[in-house]
């Protein structure tokens, strides 16, 4: 799968709103996640679970301010989250399908939060792009 200019163009103009705000978006789309498919929370044992905790907001910062690094690098993701790509296939072993899960709820919390700018067209590029990178993030998977 590749991301065409315009989805390119789409994709920034959303994570310009999503950005200037990373531990808001991460923290509701993580809590969300672990709400509507509590089978993700088996890898956050040692989480405070309730919404808004210091451990979700902080992780979920983390998880927004590394999309955002990919948005910053839409012709290189590979490269962008190559780290991350590694310790999340040799160290933190995570079902592939719960990247799924994350994105469902990230776009969730998107369309909760940017309304009128999330267009039908807007939400197929992020769609794409979030896809991308749960497929780069499972990818050394062995
Ligand atoms: Ni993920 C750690 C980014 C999906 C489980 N994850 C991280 C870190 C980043 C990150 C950044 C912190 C790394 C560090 O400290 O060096 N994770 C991302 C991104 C996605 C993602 C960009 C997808 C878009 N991670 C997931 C999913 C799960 C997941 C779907 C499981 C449901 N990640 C983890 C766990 C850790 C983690 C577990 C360690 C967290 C901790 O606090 O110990």
């Known amino acids: 799968m590749t991301l065409t200019d315009n989805d390119k163009a789409h994709v920034k103009s959303i994570w310009a709103h999503v950005c200037s705000h990373p531990e808001e978006f991460g923290a509701e789309a993580l809590y969300r ?3 509507a498919y509590p089978t993700s929370k088996t890898y ?3 989480y405070d679970m309730h ?3 210091e451990q979700i907001r902080a ?3 983390k998880v ?3 999309l955002s690094d990919a948005v910053a690098h839409l012709d290189n993701i590979g490269g962008a989250l190559a ?3 590694d310790l999340h296939a040799q160290k933190l072993r995570v ?3 719960n990247f799924r899960y994350l994105a469902q709820c990230l776009l969730v919390t998107i369309a ?3 309304r009128g700018q999330l267009t039908p067209e807007i939400l197929v590029s992020l769609d794409k792009f979030l896809t991308l990178c749960g497929k780069i993030l499972t990818s050394k998977y062995r």
């Open 33 to 35: 996640m672990f709400v």
């Open 51 to 53: 919404a808004g905790s």
């Open 112 to 114: 909760a939060h940017c």
């Open 64 to 66: 927004v301010t590394a």
């Open 59 to 61: 992780h979920g910062k």
């Open 83 to 85: 780290k991350l790509s």
């Open 95 to 97: 079902d592939p399908v």
């Open 44 to 46: 956050f044992p040692h």
